[in-house]
C-alpha cells in the first residue's frame, strides 16, 4: 500500500465524521471512538491580524556580464529565483516562503527578462528581495551564476520606487567554475567585463484591497507546461505527434499555472502524521526521513523540470482565454484522463496526469507535487467532462465520458468555449486529507480562476460512491481513447540516455516486480541510497546556500 493509500485510508474516520457530524460517532464502536486521529490535516490556526499593506510590481528586466556556465557555447541559460521577505508574522514558521521564477533565456550572458511580479499586502516596514541567477542545466544541478540582494526600509503610496536600477551582482556563491571560463574568456577577449549587473524595477500600485496579515500574489497568471520524455517512457505516456517514421514518442507532462491570489485563508491544511517516518521525511530528519524527503526533492525536479522544450505563458488576469488554456493543458475532455493536483498557499495549481498506477510503496504523490511541503492549501484529483447542453447544468444532462457526444472527442475536436466543459474536482488526498467542509472555498476560488467553466466539488468519503463511479468511467475510457498510463514514481538519477534498452522494457510493462523491489530497498536500505547521494560538490553548494541564508541583506547598486 502506498503512503497517499495508506493516509487515505487511516484518515476515513475522520472525513466521515465531518461529513455526518455526531451520527457517524453514534455508529461507531466505543474502542473506535477512543482511537486517537493522527496530527496534521486541516488547521484552523487564523492569519495574524495585521492592516492592509501596499501592492508591489516587481519587474526583473536584464542582466549583464553574467559568467559563463556552459564551456562550448561561451554562455548560460539564466534565469532568476526570487523571493520576498516582510516583517509580517506567518501562521506558522514552516509556512512556505514567497518565491517567483522567470523564464529561461537560452545562449546569453546578457540575457533579457521584462519579468513582472506583482505582490500583494507587503507592509509599510518595506521588504528583503533576494534575487538568485542561476544557470538552467537539466542534465546537472543548476549553477548559481550569482545573487543580489535589496532592501527597502519602508514603503507607502509616496515612495519614489526603483526605477531600472542596476545592482551588481555577488560572486562569492556563484559557481566558480562559470566564473573561470568567464576569466579564461576575458584573457582573450578585449573590453569582456568580469563584473555583472543585474536590473530591476519596484513601483508601488496602491494600497491592497481586503485583508491584510499576509503577502500573496495576484499575477500576472503564468503558466508553464514541462514535458520530460524520460518519464514518458517509464510511464507509457506518448506523445500525441509521431516521431520519424512513424516511430511513438515518449513524452510526459507537468502542468504548473499561478492563479491570482488570494487562496481563501480557511484553505489551510499540513502533512498528516499516519505513519512514524513521516514527520521525518517532511521535517528532513532521521536517516529514513532525510532519504525520503531527498527523493522526493528530486522526483519532483525530475517531474517538473525546466529545459529546452518547457513552454511558458502568461495572462495579465483570469478570463475566458485562460480557461481555455487550462483546459488545453489538460487535453480537453479528450482520453477519459484523471489528474492528481496541488494547490498551494500562493495559489500555484500544479497538475499531472495520473491513476492508480501512479505511485509507489511508502512515497505519496502529492508530497511529490507539493516538493515536500509541509503546509498546503488543497490537494486531491480532478478531471473534466464535456457537456452535451452548455447552457444546462451538468447534472441533468449527458456527458463526455462516458456518453458518445458528437461534436468533440474522440470523432472530432474539441469546442473552444468554456461553456461546454466541467471541472469535477475533489479532495482525495491522503498525504494532508483536506476538510470536506473547505470545498466550497475551493468551489469559489476555482471559479474567480477559470470563467465560464462550471465547477462541481466532491467528497471523497461523503461522496465516495458517486466519485468511483465517475472515475470508473474515466478509465474505462481511457482504456478505449488514449494510453494507459503506468508512472513508476521513482528516483531516475541513475537513468541515463544509454540506458535506451532499459526503458524500452520499461514502456512495455516489463521488469516491473524488480523496480519495485529496487524503490522498497530505498526505503527499507536507506544507507545504500545515502552513499549514492553523497556527492562532493551537492555538499559543496549546500554549504554556500546555508552560508548565504545568514548573511545580510543590503542594497547594492552599481555607480
Known amino acids: 500500500m502506498s503512503a497517499e493509500q495508506n493516509g487515505q485510508h487511516q484518515s476515513n474516520g475522520h472525513h466521515a465524521q465531518q461529513s455526518t457530524g455526531e451520527e457517524s460517532n453514534e455508529k461507531k464502536p466505543e474502542s473506535q471512538k477512543a482511537e486517537k486521529q493522527p496530527a496534521g490535516g486541516y488547521d484552523s490556526t487564523p492569519i495574524p491580524k495585521a492592516p492592509p499593506g501596499y501592492t508591489v510590481k516587481i519587474t526583473f528586466h536584464r542582466a549583464s556580464n553574467l559568467p559563463m556556465a556552459d564551456i562550448n557555447s561561451l554562455s548560460s541559460d539564466p534565469y532568476v529565483l526570487a523571493q520576498i521577505n516582510t516583517s509580517l508574522r506567518m501562521r506558522h514558521k514552516e509556512d512556505p516562503n514567497l518565491r517567483f521564477r522567470t523564464k529561461t533565456i537560452r545562449r546569453q550572458t546578457d540575457p533579457v527578462w521584462n519579468c513582472d511580479w506583482i505582490v500583494a499586502n507587503v507592509p ?19 549553477d548559481r551564476l550569482g545573487n543580489v540582494h535589496i ?18 551582482i555577488k560572486k562569492r556563491m556563484g559557481s566558480k ?11 582573450f577577449t578585449k573590453g569582456l567585463d568580469m563584473s555583472g549587473d543585474l536590473t530591476v524595477s519596484v513601483q508601488v500600485l ?25 518519464i514518458g517512457r517509464l510511464t507509457g505516456t506518448k506523445d500525441p505527434s509521431k516521431g520519424k517514421g512513424g516511430t511513438d514518442r515518449y513524452n510526459f507532462q507537468a502542468n504548473q499555472f499561478q492563479l491570482t491570489g488570494p487562496v481563501p485563508s480557511e484553505l489551510y491544511h499540513r502533512y498528516v502524521e499516519f505513519k512514524p517516518f513521516v514527520k521525518g521525511m517532511f521535517t528532513t530528519t532521521g536517516l529514513r526521513g532525510k532519504v525520503l524527503s531527498h527523493a522526493l526533492h528530486h522526483q519532483h525536479s525530475r517531474v517538473y523540470n525546466f529545459d529546452r522544450t518547457t513552454v511558458y505563458g502568461m495572462f495579465d488576469h483570469p478570463s475566458e482565454d485562460m480557461t481555455l ?3 488545453d493543458l489538460v487535453h480537453y475532455d479528450q482520453g477519459g484522463r484523471i489528474y492528481t493536483y496541488v494547490l498551494t498557499l500562493d495559489a500555484l495549481f500544479r497538475f499531472t496526469e495520473t491513476g492508480k498506477e501512479f505511485g509507489i510503496d511508502m512515497l505519496s504523490k502529492h508530497t511529490m507535487h507539493s516538493d515536500v511541503s509541509i503546509y498546503i492549501a488543497f490537494s486531491g484529483e480532478f478531471f473534466i467532462r464535456r457537456l452535451k447542453h452548455p447552457h444546462k447544468s451538468p447534472q441533468d444532462q449527458e456527458t ?31 498525504t494532508y486529507r483536506p476538510n470536506a467542509k473547505m470545498l466550497p472555498k475551493l468551489k469559489a476560488f476555482f471559479q474567480s480562476s477559470f470563467p465560464g467553466l462550471k465547477i462541481t466539488t466532491l467528497d471523497c468519503q461523503g461522496d465516495a460512491e458517486r466519485m468511483n463511479k465517475l472515475k470508473t468511467e474515466q478509465r474505462e475510457r481511457k482504456k478505449a481513447e488514449g494510453n494507459q498510463i503506468e508512472y513508476m514514481q521513482a528516483d531516475d538519477s541513475s537513468i541515463s540516455s544509454s540506458d535506451e534498452e532499459d526503458l524500452d522494457d520499461q514502456a512495455r510493462g516489463k521488469r516491473k516486480s524488480e523496480k519495485h523491489q529496487i524503490e522498497r530497498n530505498a526505503v527499507t536500505n536507506p544507507v545504500d541510497k ?14 554556500r546556500v546555508a552560508v548565504d541564508e545568514q548573511a545580510p541583506s543590503r542594497p547594492g547598486p552599481s555607480h
Not at 403 to 426: C, N, R, T
Not at 530 to 543: F, L, P, Y
Open 206 to 230: 496602491g494600497r491592497t484591497e481586503g485583508e491584510g496579515g499576509r503577502t500573496y500574489t495576484i499575477g500576472p497568471n503564468y503558466w508553464v507546461q514541462h514535458f520530460s520524455p524520460m
Open 124 to 142: 509599510p516596514s518595506g521588504f528583503k528581495l533576494k534575487a538568485r541567477i542561476y544557470d538552467e542545466d537539466p542534465a546537472d544541478h543548476d
Open 530 to 543: 545515502v552513499k549514492g547521494w553523497a556527492h562532493q560538490s551537492d555538499k559543496r553548494r549546500d554549504e
Open 325 to 327: 488554456q487550462f483546459l
Open 400 to 430: 463526455h465520458p462516458p456518453a458518445e457526444i458528437e461534436g468533440g472527442p474522440p470523432s472530432s475536436e474539441p469546442p473552444k468555449d468554456p461553456a461546454y466543459y466541467e471541472l469535477i474536482i475533489d479532495n482525495d488526498s491522503g
Open 151 to 168: 532592501l527597502v526600509d519602508s514603503i507607502d503610496e509616496r515612495w519614489p520606487g526603483i526605477r531600472e536600477q542596476s545592482y551588481k
Open 177 to 187: 567554475r562559470a566564473y573561470f571560463i568567464r576569466g579564461c574568456a576575458a584573457m
